[in-house]
């Protein structure tokens, strides 16, 4: 005698590839809208899928705003199944104004105590602030003493870096 029976094996696939990100980064801002970031690839092995797909939250190359972006990377196999890993792109304005002061002013004292003197403005550029803020050491239309006075110019961007010109009032 003898019996057989039959039965059904099914070979899945539950396992997620295991997926590497790229080192976080750091990069100037070059505009008000931030800075084109370009990372390396990420990495991802699977048992079953040669090659899974990776996809990110935001591409390489692409424009990232100033601050921190978190990007995710997603790792997903023949079957379906996907992993995570994430890495920060950091958008960041190290870079102060260029500012420009207008030339030397020579005036006449109109009292002992010197002349009110009123002199051109200065001017400041910068790449990630559009008009970044100017002060002087003494403001113009002010009374200057007999001799010379060194006015310093500040152009101060919106996050914090300043540079600095000199001219004098005599």
């Known amino acids: ?6 039965f059904t094996v099914t070979v899945q696939d539950t ?10 980064l750091v990069v100037e801002a070059t505009s008000a809208a931030g800075a084109i970031a370009t990372y390396s690839s990420a ?29 995710t990377v997603t790792a997903t196999d023949t ?19 260029v500012a420009s002061c207008p030339a030397n002013v020579t005036a006449e004292a109109t009292s002992a105590a010197g002349a009110v003197v009123t002199f051109p403005a200065a001017t400041a550029t910068d790449a990630v602030t559009a008009s970044p803020v100017i002060g002087y050491s ?10 010379t006075t060194t006015v310093t110019a500040s152009a101060t961007d919106a996050y914090g870096n300043t540079a600095t010109g000199r001219f004098t009032v005599t």
């Open 79 to 97: 079957a379906g199944n996907a992993s995570n890993c994430s890495f920060t792109v950091t958008v960041q304005d190290t870079i102060a104004p």
């Open 43 to 71: 990495a991802a092995t699977d048992a079953v899928t040669a090659s899974p797909t990776i996809g990110y939250s935001q591409l390489s190359g692409s424009v990232f705003a100033l601050g921190n972006t978190t990007v």
């Open 1 to 6: 005698n003898t019996a057989s029976c039959t």
């Open 15 to 24: 396992t997620a590839p295991a997926v590497t990100c790229p080192a976080s």
């Open 138 to 147: 003494q403001a113009s239309g002010t009374t200057f003493p007999l001799g």
